[in-house]
């Protein structure tokens, strides 16, 4: 189908030419981010399209090839090579956009504290966040004597062979925030959420260090590629 010559119009003078109603930022503005496309968002984030390319065909370009935003913020800088006049600033723009997305989930649970019912509840909280990092982190839950969500808090990056000193710091955490309780998470940039031994024993350190001030150790949950394993699910706690 040919393009029309409207179209072509657009492309040639870009976007500031077109009709106010057909502008991603004043439809965003008037109607609401709700009510626009994918290909609108990442539109605005773009700013600019190319030379031939408006940032609507271009943002078109880049959700066939990529499929989902999830894709885009954990893909290397030379999968983007093929689109010209994309450099590292776009990229950077797109992928704090992502991030902030994905901040914001924690930053809502925070506010209403929910309750933490099932290793599900808590695991929906962090897996956004956490499925796509290439790096170990870990991050706790500090729950009150009602299971309700106090703060969730992000330990300084390292792994389970360290086990001792991020042990001392998620009790410091807890003991801060006057926490009855406390769900331990880490992730697996492997994807795959299976505990290996220095897990395991890690879970074991946690546990009797907890108990220890009198802290209960809900759970410690592994995070993967879209799943998780549960140590109190598995009733390793």
């Known amino acids: 189908m040919k393009k029309s010559q409207n179209h072509k119009e657009y492309l040639i003078s870009g976007i500031k030419s077109w009709p106010e109603e057909d502008r991603p930022r004043e439809r965003l503005l008037k109607e609401?981010?709700?009510?626009?496309?994918?290909?609108?968002?990442?539109?605005?984030?773009?700013?600019?399209?190319?030379?031939?390319?408006?940032?609507?065909d271009l943002a078109r370009k880049i959700l066939k090839k990529f499929k989902t935003f999830r894709n885009m913020s954990h893909t290397d800088m030379s999968a983007w090579k093929e689109f010209k006049g994309v450099g590292k600033a776009k990229i950077s723009q797109i992928r704090a956009a992502i991030e902030i997305g994905r901040r914001f989930r924690e930053d809502e649970v925070k506010e209403t504290r929910?309750?933490?019912?099932?290793?599900?509840?808590?695991?929906?909280?962090?897996?956004?966040?956490?499925?796509?990092?290439?790096?170990?982190?870990f991050k706790v839950l500090l729950l009150d004597s009602q299971n309700m969500i106090i703060d969730i808090a992000e330990i300084e990056q390292g792994t389970?062979?360290?086990?001792?000193?991020?042990?001392?710091?998620?009790?410091?955490?807890?003991?801060?925030?006057?926490?009855?309780?406390?769900?331990?998470?880490?992730?697996?940039?492997?994807g795959d959420p299976n505990p290996s031994a220095e897990d395991k024993n890690f879970?074991?350190?946690?546990?009797?260090?907890?108990?220890?001030?009198?802290?209960?150790?809900?759970?410690?949950?592994?995070?993967?590629?879209?799943?998780y394993f549960s140590f109190a699910d598995e009733k390793l706690m």
Not at 126 to 137: A, F, G, N, T, V
Not at 170 to 179: G, Q
């Open 32 to 56: 609401g981010e709700h009510k626009l496309s994918n290909t609108e968002l990442l539109a605005i984030l773009l700013r600019t399209g190319v030379k031939g390319d408006s940032a609507i």
């Open 114 to 137: 929910p309750k933490i019912r099932t290793s599900k509840d808590a695991a929906q909280i962090l897996m956004p966040r956490m499925r796509d990092l290439k790096y170990e982190i």
């Open 160 to 190: 389970v062979n360290e086990a001792n000193p991020i042990i001392r710091e998620i009790l410091h955490r807890a003991i801060e925030s006057f926490a009855s309780s406390i769900i331990c998470f880490h992730n697996h940039p492997s």
């Open 203 to 227: 879970t074991r350190q946690f546990i009797q260090a907890s108990n220890t001030l009198n802290i209960k150790a809900v759970d410690h949950i592994i995070i993967g590629d879209d799943r």
